[in-house]
């Protein structure tokens, strides 16, 4: 079945460093992918998504690029802040009735 | 604004009692989704609906029952036959899913 991986954290990094959270998924057909971001004791916020192939979503400085040939969609963002600080989730729509989602990685970032 | 309301955002049952948690939302979604997420992992899928008065099992349904009636509304009962219901639970909606869904704030419900 479908299913999603995404790097295991924590993932801690120092303020204003580059960012590279891996992702990469096994589909049949052609799902649209997804990042979600969860801040502590909330839930989840839709961070980007990216519906076809070569497409690039960004939203906050974050940017992920739906790459079929390497089934991947990796979140990056060049200059981290302490307020990013959160667990990154990356999902795929696997049809109408649900959206798979990977288990998630723990950011911390030291100021 | 629109959104999803979650309530109670923390819930405490004694074993054995059965706990409806409450999930509204005013978006005009005809989805709306119920996932449970435990410490450290990720979420899995318990029930989801996509029009009222239908719903269908997702992955970890036994245990649980859900009712849609209405469409702004989804509620969850966590019944005694959950074996380990103590989790933080998600109620989310979606308009169609390539748009991804729209998540409430979560319920944290403890068993003692």
């Known amino acids: 079945g479908n299913s999603v991986t995404q790097m295991e954290g924590p993932v801690t990094l120092s303020e204003e460093a580059f960012l590279t959270i891996n992702c990469t998924y096994t589909?049949?057909?052609?799902?649209?992918l997804f990042w979600y971001v969860q801040y502590p004791g909330e839930g989840l916020q839709l961070l980007l998504k990216a519906t076809k192939a070569d497409d690039k979503g960004s939203n906050k400085g974050f940017e992920a690029t739906y790459r079929k040939e390497t089934t991947s969609f990796h979140l990056e963002k060049g200059s981290v802040q302490v307020s990013d600080s959160a667990v990154y989730f990356c999902a795929l729509s696997e049809s109408a009735s649900k959206i798979i989602f990977g288990s998630g990685t723990r950011l911390s970032i030291r100021p | 604004d629109g959104g999803i309301t979650q309530s109670p955002k923390y819930l405490f049952r004694k074993e054995g009692q059965n706990v409806t948690l409450s999930c509204e939302q005013n978006l005009n979604h005809d989805a709306m989704y119920w996932y449970r997420q435990d410490p450290g992992q990720g979420l899995r899928l318990i029930y989801y609906?996509?029009?009222?008065?239908?719903?269908q099992k997702g992955d970890i349904a036994e245990g649980y029952s859900v009712s849609r009636e209405k469409k702004e509304s989804f509620p969850l009962t966590v019944t005694s036959a959950q074996k380990n219901p103590t989790a933080f639970y998600l109620c989310a909606s979606s308009i169609e899913y390539n748009y991804g869904y729209t998540f409430g704030s979560g319920t944290r419900l403890t068993v003692v």
């Open positions: 589909a049949t057909g052609y799902p649209s």
């Open positions: 609906s996509q029009i009222v008065n239908d719903f």
